[in-house]
C-alpha cells in the first residue's frame, strides 16, 4: 500500500513546492501562485480526516485542479472582471488586464508566456508532466480522463509550444 | 503511410507499450517527417523541463492547529516583555524622576520587575541604566 504523508504539516513540506510551481506554471503569476497553494493545503488539511488509502497523487493533484477550477469560476462569476470565450489564462481575456498579468511575470521567459497561451486542458497536462513529474498514469487520476487522451494532450501542447515558440 | 505522430511524446516519456515501441522504432526509421517531429517535441520538452524550479515563499503555508509552546520558551518570550517595560521604566525614571541620584537599581528593579532581565538564564536581554541612575 502506498504509503502517504501522515500530517498536514508534513504534506505541506513535502509536496508544497511542487503545488507552487504548478500553480506558479498554471497561473504565469506569483500572487494567483500564492494563493492557489493556500488554498490547496487548507482543502488538503480539511480532506486527510477523510482520506481512505489509494492514489495519494492523484487525490493531492485532484484537489489541486479543483482549486485552480472553482477559482477561474469564481473569477469569472464577478460582475467586473472580464468574460473569457473558455477557461483560460486563470480566467483572464485578451485586455489590458491580460497585459497586466503579463508584466507580472517576474521570471516570464518565452516559455512561460508560450505555456499560458495553450488552452487549459493542454497547459495542464504538460505541466503536470513536465514540471511536476507526474507519470501518464497519474495525471490521468488527477484530471479524470483516460490515459489515451492524456498522451494526445500532451503531445499536442507541446507541439503548440513549438509553434509558439518559433 | 500513417504516422504514429502522438506515439512520439509517449516515447520521449517512456510511456509507450513494448510492442508500441518497437512500432515507434521502425517507423521512424523510414520516415523522415515524423523524425523532425521527434527532434522539435524533444527540444520543447527539454525546454519546458528547463524552467527553474521555484521556492515555496515563506510564509505561503497557513496557520497550523495551535502548537502548545514549551515552557521554556514561554518564559524567555515573558522574560524579553519584562525586559523591555524595564528598559522604559529606567528610562523614564531617569529623564523624569525627582532625584535620578537617589535611586538604586536594586529599588528600580524591585520596584519594577526589572530583576528578571537582570538574570541571565532569560537571555540576553539587559537593562540599560543610564550612567546618571548608577552614578548617584
Known amino acids: 500500500m502506498e504509503s502517504i504523508p501522515l500530517t498536514w504539516e508534513e504534506v505541506a513540506r513535502v509536496y508544497g513546492r511542487k503545488i507552487y510551481n504548478f500553480a ?46 472553482d477559482e477561474v469560476r469564481r473569477r469569472n462569476r464577478r460582475p467586473t472582471s472580464p468574460l473569457p470565450d473558455e477557461v483560460d489564462r486563470w480566467g483572464i481575456a485578451s485586455s489590458e488586464a ?36 507526474l507519470s501518464y498514469e497519474e495525471i490521468a487520476r488527477a ?3 483516460p490515459i489515451g487522451t492524456v498522451r494526445s494532450r500532451i503531445h499536442r501542447g507541446r507541439r503548440m509550444l513549438k509553434e509558439l515558440l518559433e | ?29 523510414r520516415c523522415g517527417r515524423c523524425t523532425a517531429e521527434l527532434e522539435q517535441v524533444q527540444r520543447v520538452r527539454a525546454a519546458v523541463r528547463s524552467l527553474p524550479v521555484l521556492e515555496l515563499p515563506e510564509g505561503i503555508v497557513p496557520e497550523a492547529d495551535p502548537v502548545v509552546v514549551p ?9 524579553g516583555v519584562a525586559a523591555a517595560i524595564a528598559v522604559i521604566v529606567v528610562a523614564i525614571a531617569a529623564l523624569v524622576g525627582p532625584d ?3 535611586v538604586s537599581i536594586d ?17 540576553p536581554a539587559k537593562v540599560v541604566v543610564p550612567p546618571a541612575v548608577i552614578d548617584g
Not at chain 1, 517576474?106 to 504538460?126: C, H, M, N, T
Not at chain 2, 512520439?8 to 515507434?24: M, N, P, T, V
Not at chain 2, 529599588?107 to 537571555?123: H, I, K, M, Q, Y
Open chain 2, 100 to 102: 535620578p541620584g537617589s
Open chain 2, 107 to 123: 529599588e528600580l528593579s524591585s520596584r519594577f520587575g526589572a530583576r528578571v532581565s537582570l538574570d541571565p538564564a532569560f537571555g
Open chain 2, 71 to 79: 515552557l521554556r520558551r514561554q518564559k524567555g518570550l515573558w522574560a
Open chain 2, 1 to 29: 503511410m500513417i504516422h504514429p505522430s502522438e506515439m512520439i511524446s509517449a516515447y520521449l516519456d517512456g510511456e509507450l507499450s513494448w510492442s508500441e515501441h518497437s512500432q515507434l522504432v521502425d517507423h521512424l526509421e
Open chain 1, 143 to 145: 484530471v479524470a480522463v
Open chain 1, 24 to 69: 506558479y506554471r498554471l497561473t504565469g503569476n506569483p500572487d494567483d501562485a500564492h494563493d492557489l497553494v493556500q488554498e490547496v493545503l487548507l482543502r488538503v488539511r480539511r480532506g486527510l480526516a477523510s482520506y481512505q488509502p489509494g492514489s495519494f497523487e492523484g487525490w493531492l493533484w485532484r484537489i489541486t485542479r479543483n482549486a485552480f477550477l
Open chain 1, 98 to 133: 491580460a497585459d497586466v498579468e503579463y508584466s507580472r511575470i517576474s521570471l516570464g521567459d518565452d516559455i512561460q508566456k508560450a505555456l499560458l497561451e495553450l488552452p487549459y486542458e493542454f497547459r495542464e497536462s504538460v505541466v503536470l508532466c513536465d514540471v511536476v513529474g
